[in-house]
């Protein structure tokens, strides 16, 4: 079996993705208005848009990343961060190339890791992007409830 699919691999990568969003989603349901105000300043979305996402991607993020964490529905949870971070990784290009200067949001606002956008930002998020999409084709379920579940029945 190659590295690549060794599914000690893609367990590793669900659990750091998992704990990320976890990590990512809780700063930011605990201060939706410096969210809210992130947002923004990407100038991306029409602004009617801002205060649904605002109040919505942080809980999706906990959500999929306890997915992740636990083992439940990991393929699904995998493509919401899968996805996510492909929009992540393009607000962050689209605000580099227009001159946007501003700090990531990815973590919340003012957080100890709240750094201005830059290319490191987008090789962090690229890799993330990589592990996370490693999860969603080859994760197999070790250590995780929906293994357990699956042993149970059969």
Request: aromatic share 6%; charged share 15%; net charge positive.
């Amino acid at each position: 079996m190659s590295l690549l699919r060794d599914p000690r691999l893609s367990m590793a990568f669900r659990l750091l993705v998992g704990v990320l969003f976890i990590w990512a989603g809780v700063v930011k349901l605990g201060d939706p208005a410096a969210f809210e105000e992130g947002l923004v300043n990407y100038r991306m979305l029409p602004g009617w848009s801002i205060p649904p996402v605002a109040a919505m991607l942080p809980a999706i993020e906990v959500v999929a990343g306890l997915c992740l964490v636990v083992g439940v529905a990991i393929r699904g949870a995998a493509l919401v961060t899968t996805g996510m971070l492909v929009v992540f990784t393009a607000a962050i290009v689209q605000a580099i190339v227009r001159g946007i200067d501003i700090e990531c949001g990815c973590f919340g606002a003012g957080s100890e890791v709240a750094t201005t956008i830059g290319w490191p930002e987008v090789v962090r998020d690229a890799a993330l992007l990589a592990a996370s999409a490693h999860v969603l084709l080859y994760d197999r379920g070790v250590l995780s409830l929906q293994r357990l579940r699956e042993r149970r029945r059969g």
